[in-house]
């Protein structure tokens, strides 16, 4: 059986690489899809591992050679998902993740309708706030961009198939798997919201 492919998407800050990681740990069938970028490295990320990190002209390259399954523009740099990698893993049985924006993940839907659309968010603005302040890895200006995003991307929660409301860690990491098991083991489509 071919995977399922699954867009999370979500405010900046909201916890949907935690909650990524803790998936993948837990559900053996799922796969990530690595993404690229024009954005530079924060410390500790690995090139090939959390991005295939490119300048804006290998990007363009990219681009014109048609690789991107979507791409967009986010906060001043781009970002897309490679789609020749993506289609090995579907067609290996696995599901894949892709942890995208807004823009790529409408892109997605209206490319691919069988898509599991899952949508992460922190229960209020100020908590998103917090988080990404905690974080540390952006420049107040990006900050800034960034939560102002997130007001947009916390309207368009409706156009999702899941919500998670990632307050309790616990409890979300839980909800986060059990949405992820039932989509990559082909769970019943009866259940879905
Ligand atoms: P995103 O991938 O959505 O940008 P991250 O997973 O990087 O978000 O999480 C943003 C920050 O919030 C991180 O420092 C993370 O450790 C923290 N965080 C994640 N989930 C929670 C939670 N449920 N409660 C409090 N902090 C959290
Ligand atoms: P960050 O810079 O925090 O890693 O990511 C910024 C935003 O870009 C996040 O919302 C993340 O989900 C999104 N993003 C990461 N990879 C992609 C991608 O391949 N395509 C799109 N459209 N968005 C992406």
């Known amino acids: 059986m071919r995977g399922r ?5 979500g405010p900046s800050g909201a916890g949907k690489s935690t909650l990524i990681r803790a998936a993948l740990d837990a559900v053996p069938q799922l796969a990530y899809s690595v993404s ?4 530079a490295p924060r410390p ?19 681009i014109a050679e048609d690789r991107f399954l979507e791409w967009a523009e986010y906060s001043g740099n781009l970002y897309g998902t490679p789609e020749q990698k993506v289609e090995e893993f579907l067609d ?3 599901s894949v993740i892709l942890e995208i924006e807004l823009q790529g993940a409408r892109q997605v839907r209206a490319k691919r309708p069988d898509a599991a659309m899952v949508f992460v968010r922190a229960p209020s603005l100020d908590e998103t706030r917090r988080r990404l302040s ?22 368009a929660r409706d156009e999702f198939d899941y919500e998670v409301v990632n307050g309790d860690r616990e409890r979300a990491r839980r909800e986060m798997i059990e ?7 082909g769970g019943n489509d009866a259940a879905r919201p």
Not at 36 to 39: C, E, P, Q
Not at 46 to 60: A, H, I, Q, T
Not at 134 to 155: P, S
Not at 179 to 185: F, K, V
């Open 92 to 94: 290996g049985g696995r």
């Open 134 to 155: 905690g974080r540390a890895t952006e420049t107040e200006e990006a900050m800034k961009t960034r939560l102002a995003t997130a007001v947009e991307e916390v309207a």
């Open 44 to 62: 500790g990320e690995v090139d090939g591992r959390d991005y295939v990190f490119l300048s804006r002209e290998e990007f363009e390259r990219w």
């Open 5 to 9: 492919l699954i867009v999370v998407s």
């Open 179 to 185: 949405i992820m098991e039932s989509i990559a083991t």
């Open 36 to 39: 690229a970028t024009t954005r």
